[in-house]
């Protein structure tokens, strides 16, 4: 049997027409991805170098309708999705879902 490829714009076919893509735009695409995440950047954007003190320390429940500062609320955040990196192959264990507009601080 001869297995013959045709490689057309990053999708590979054989000698029984099915077609699959190739590994170079399979590679392609991760780079993007990856490239999009900022994922590139974890030795300075981790928990280690994480700025608590960025965050008010001030208590305002008309400004943040909350009844904890910033800081402490950030703290707890933290806590939170450390607890969730610790536990990531436990399939008990609970996600995490971040809602709010991006950019915010």
Request: aromatic share 12%.
């Amino acid at each position: 049997m001869i297995v013959w490829f045709v490689k057309i714009l990053g999708y590979i076919t054989n000698d029984n027409y099915k077609t699959q893509m190739c590994n170079c735009l399979k590679q392609r695409l991760l780079d993007a991805s990856f490239h999009k995440s900022n994922m590139a950047n974890l030795d300075k954007e981790n928990f280690d170098t994480f700025n608590e003190s960025l965050f008010s320390t001030e208590v305002d429940v008309a400004k943040y309708r909350f009844n904890v500062s910033p800081r402490d609320n950030i703290k707890n955040i933290k806590q939170k999705c450390l607890e969730f990196v610790q536990n990531f192959d436990n399939p008990d264990s609970k996600n995490l879902l971040f809602t709010g507009n991006t950019g915010l601080r």
